[in-house]
């Protein structure tokens, strides 16, 4: 099969893994925002902000730094890529234990900064589920960087579908979130042995007691300037919660929390994009004399498609977020309508981010992105402690996107100027059609609402006001040839040939 046929493939099956892991965790927070307060919901979000910061520190940029090094030397012979696997699987271990251990022992701190319930418990149990969780992302990063996605997505989609029948079964029992969250830790450590002995057995791990300093030095070399990026994003786009939750009352923290929700889920395409072009990019690079503008070809299509899908659902969230939120999450969180409409058009902005930071990474340029990520960390630093005292939530907002921005603008520019790629004229009169369709279906979509009265009040509704506003946006771009039946067809044909 051709380099564009498994390509496509391994999207699609991304697309799937996502697909489902998305659905799975939007049920789950469906069902918490529905059986306890805006309080208890508050603890179980923040909880997994400081899951979040832990899992980068005990990671230190080994996930990415595998993807890429398995990536581009994934036609070596199996002992080369064994033993990097080994050495890696050593070191995350080591720092996972420690984070953790680290972790459990400022949960009751942590407990007595914040005024949220049983944050202290929830922390401690939260501890041993990223230990485990860290170990199992990084397995899902050997497959990642072997292109063996279909292991991937296994372990992905089986990992959030126990945890959402924990989620179900709390319907009956009616849990407490500090019990979930054991739960949850229980389930981590039983996913990890399973994978840890298909590695074994595999030999993909192998000489466990024995380290080549050397060798690991390299991969630290290369990892530690992956982790300064990822650390300093996570500073960009979470420090700003750590602030908010103190101003906050616990309440108002779950308006919050749902709002970065909503924009985790509408982000899921830029996962599915972001997902593929880290290990195919960090292939393509080093050979890209020899083979031509596949960067270039890459770029285009990843910002053409990757807006074809974004423009016109972030439109959607902008025009109908009131009713999708009080639809959805209920009327305790409608306050999260109006933090989402200034802050939805921000995810067309990270989807291009895609085509810069990721790019510079894949193409061993670590410390260009870790001083401009450092520059934008150390102005949402700012940033947040500036406006959060006063604009509170919007503050928070603010903070993240303008720094954001700024990065993705240069790094785009330093991309295109590298690799000498073009935005093809096609492309950019097509982006402004999208942004066109989008507004006239939402206008459309609006007039029907008046029609009704404005009055949607179940999911089923939702749907079907969501329904229209998509055909409408599809038909005005087959009409306006933003998109055309040959492209359709295409698509079609792939995915027919990916199923068969």
């Not at 980068?56 to 080369?80: P, V």
Request: hydrophobic content about 55%; some cysteine; charged content about 10%.
């Amino acid at each position: 099969m051709s380099i564009s046929g498994r390509t496509f493939n391994n999207l699609l099956l991304i697309i799937i893994t996502e697909s489902l892991v998305f659905f799975s965790n939007f049920i789950i927070i469906y069902i918490l925002t529905h059986l306890y307060n805006p309080s208890e919901f508050a603890s179980y979000s923040f909880s997994f902000t400081f899951i979040s910061f832990f899992l980068i520190i005990s990671n230190l940029g080994l996930g990415s730094t595998l993807i890429r090094y398995l990536s581009s030397q994934k036609d070596q012979e199996k002992e080369n890529l064994q033993k990097l696997i080994t050495e890696g699987f050593k070191l995350i271990l080591m720092f996972s234990t420690i984070t953790s251990f680290i972790l459990f022992l400022i949960s009751k701190f942590i407990n007595n900064i914040y005024n949220l319930p049983d944050l202290g418990i929830i922390l401690s149990y939260a501890s041993i589920y990223l230990l485990f969780t860290n170990l199992i992302a990084y397995f899902e990063s050997t497959y990642k960087g072997l292109w063996l996605f279909k292991y991937y997505a296994l372990s992905k989609i089986i990992f959030n579908l126990v945890k959402l029948t924990v989620i179900l079964l709390n319907c009956i029992f009616n849990l407490a979130i500090s019990t979930i969250m054991a739960l949850y830790a229980l389930i981590s450590f039983i996913h990890f042995l399973t994978f840890l002995i298909i590695q074994i057995r595999f030999k993909y791990i192998d000489n466990f007691f024995s380290f080549d300093l050397k060798f690991i030095s390299k991969i630290l070399k290369f990892s530690l300037f992956v982790f300064i990026p990822e650390l300093l994003l996570f500073t960009i786009i979470n420090f700003n919660q750590f602030i908010l939750a103190y101003y906050l009352s616990p309440s108002d923290f779950a308006v919050y929390s749902i709002t970065i929700i909503i924009i985790m889920s509408v982000s899921l395409p830029i996962i599915f994009f972001s997902n593929l072009v880290f290990p195919y990019v960090s292939y393509f690079v080093p050979k890209e004399e020899e083979n031509g503008k596949n960067v270039e070809n890459l770029f285009n299509l990843t910002f053409y498609y990757g807006l074809l899908i974004m423009i016109p659902t972030t439109m959607f969230f902008f025009f109908f977020s009131e009713i999708f939120v009080v639809v959805v999450f209920g009327m305790d969180y409608i306050n999260a309508a109006l933090f989402l409409k200034l802050f939805i058009f921000y995810l067309n902005f990270k989807m291009i981010d895609i085509l810069g930071g990721h790019i510079l990474w894949a193409d061993n340029k670590p410390k260009l992105v870790s001083k401009l990520y450092a520059l934008s960390a150390f102005f949402s630093i700012i940033l947040s402690l500036s406006l959060i005292p006063y604009l509170l939530t919007y503050g928070a907002i603010l903070a993240i996107i303008i720094p954001h921005i700024m990065y993705i603008i240069i790094t785009i520019n330093i991309v295109q100027r590298t690799y000498k790629i073009h935005i093809w004229l096609e492309i950019k009169i097509s982006v402004v059609k999208i942004i066109g369709s989008s507004i006239i279906s939402a206008i459309i979509t609006q007039v029907l609402l008046i029609n009704l009265n404005g009055y949607i009040n179940s999911i089923k509704n939702l749907i079907i006001i969501s329904l229209f506003y998509f055909i409408f946006v599809i038909v005005i771009l087959l009409i306006t040839k933003a998109i055309r039946f040959s492209q359709i067809k295409d698509i079609v044909k792939i995915i027919r040939s990916s199923l068969n």
